[in-house]
Structure formats: structure tokens, C-alpha cells
């Protein structure tokens, strides 16, 4: 089972609100997900973005690929960075 961190769309038309989910990448965009790790609302300036950094990390270091507009709000709020220590820090013990 191929696992993607990816947005979720909620809200009504023309006021999109995305939650950022971790899903099975066979799934629908709006559809059944594992789990939820986040918020994104771009209406807000600047636009607002809620994360779980743990759950995100954990995902990630599990093997979830995140879609490209997940990875590009993981690396504004610096979450990228950290996973890219984490597994340098990891060869460096072995």
C-alpha cells in the first residue's frame, strides 16, 4: 500500500480549507484517509498552516511520500529540514 501525506478539500465553493491527511494513494481526494495531521487555510495573510510535526515526521520516516503542495508547505514551516537531520543523524549512528 503506496501511503501519501496530501490535502484534503473541506469547505464550501470559492472558501477552500484543506486538512492534511495521510491517505492511500488509490484513494479519492476527499475520501477515506488514515490519518489527520494538519490544517491549511490559504485564505488567511498569510496563510494559515497547522501541523502535527511528530505524527508528519513519523509518516515520513515510515515511508509516506508527501505530494508536491505538502512539500512545499513542509518546508516553509521547517519540517523538511528536520526529517533531512533526523536521517543524517541516523547514518551517522550506524
Not at 58 to 85: C, I, Y
Request: charged share 35%; hydrophobic share 35%.
Amino acid at each position: 500500500m503506496a501511503v501519501k501525506i496530501r490535502l484534503k478539500r473541506m469547505g464550501s465553493k470559492k472558501r477552500p480549507f484543506y486538512r492534511v491527511v495521510v491517505a492511500d494513494s488509490r484513494a479519492p481526494r476527499d475520501g477515506r484517509f488514515i490519518e489527520e495531521i494538519g490544517t491549511y487555510n490559504p485564505l488567511e495573510k498569510p496563510a494559515a498552516v497547522k501541523l502535527d510535526e511528530d505524527k508528519a515526521l513519523a509518516w515520513m520516516q515510515d515511508g509516506a511520500k508527501p505530494s508536491d503542495t505538502v512539500r512545499n508547505l513542509f518546508s516553509r514551516e521547517g519540517l523538511m529540514q528536520k526529517l533531512h537531520e533526523a536521517k543524517s543523524e541516523a547514518k551517522k549512528a550506524k
